[in-house]
T-cell receptor
Framework: AQTVTQSQPEMSVQEAETVTLSCTYD???????LFWYKQPPSRQMILVIR??????QNATENRFSVNFQKAAKSFSLKISDSQLGDAAMYFC????????????FGGGTRLMVKP | DAGITQSPRHKVTETGTPVTLRCHQT?????MYWYRQDPGHGLRLIHY???????DKGEVSDGYSVSRSKTEDFLLTLESATSSQTSVYFC????????????FGPGTRLTVL
């Protein structure tokens, strides 16, 4: 079974600065997907970014980018030019290509943005 | 917005009573999922469905059952609710042709007294 670990329960960043959230995972598979989801106080789970394991190029979505290190099984999220609206819980998730395409989530990192 | 609604959005019930949560989607997606969210655990899969009347267990399925009699509805039932089932429940759908990304409903907060 796969496991996903987020070692930082809480992080804080100054508005306009850059912050990196860490995620590591354990798997014996070679083909899979990784995701970062954001959960603001509204509780809605919002997709931030996704990465296909077979792609060497790191995914980027506007101010959000990832550092995907397949050999190290590491998948960190970098948020540039942090905004007050980025304050939320962030969850890293692993998706196997096995039946059901189920997601395995990490425990989450709470990001606080200071004005 | 993947057209997912959940009902009810909040519910308070007593131990031992049956509870059914409903997930409704409007876009005929094949895969549907039920997760629960508890502090420190992220989201954990309860059950999922890969078609009408086709369901399978997830990581934390004990005490839960599901049914899917039509494509758009996926029901989660707690036959006899316990306090350990107090949680926030999320439904999700999986979009085929988009790296099977899962999109989530708004969640249901269930409190079992």
């Amino acid at each position: 079974a796969q496991t996903v670990t987020q070692s930082q329960p809480e992080m804080s960043v100054q508005e306009a600065e850059t912050v990196t959230l860490s995620c590591t995972y354990d798997t014996s598979e070679s083909d899979y997907y990784l995701f970062w989801y954001k959960q603001p106080p509204s509780r809605q789970m919002i997709l931030v970014i996704r990465q296909e394991a077979y792609k060497q190029q790191n995914a980027t979505e506007n101010r959000f980018s990832v550092n995907f290190q397949k050999a190290a099984k590491s998948f960190s999220l970098k948020i540039s030019d942090s905004q007050l609206g980025d304050a939320a819980m962030y969850f890293c998730a692993y998706r196997s290509n096995n039946a059901g395409n189920m997601l395995t989530f990490g425990g989450g990192t709470r990001l606080m943005v200071k004005p | 917005d993947a057209g997912i609604t959940q009902s009810p959005r909040h519910k308070v019930t007593e131990t031992g009573t049956p509870v059914t949560l409903r997930c409704h989607q409007t876009e005929n997606h094949r895969y549907m999922y039920w997760y629960r969210q508890d502090p420190g655990h992220g989201l954990r899969l309860i059950h999922y469905s890969y078609g009408v009347k086709d369901t399978d267990k997830g990581e934390v399925s004990d005490g839960y059952s599901v049914s899917r009699s039509k494509t758009e509805d996926f029901l989660l039932t707690l036959e006899s609710a316990t306090s350990s089932q107090t949680s926030v429940y999320f439904c999700a759908i999986s979009l085929t042709g988009s790296q099977n990304t899962q999109y989530f409903g708004p969640g249901t907060r269930l409190t079992v007294l």
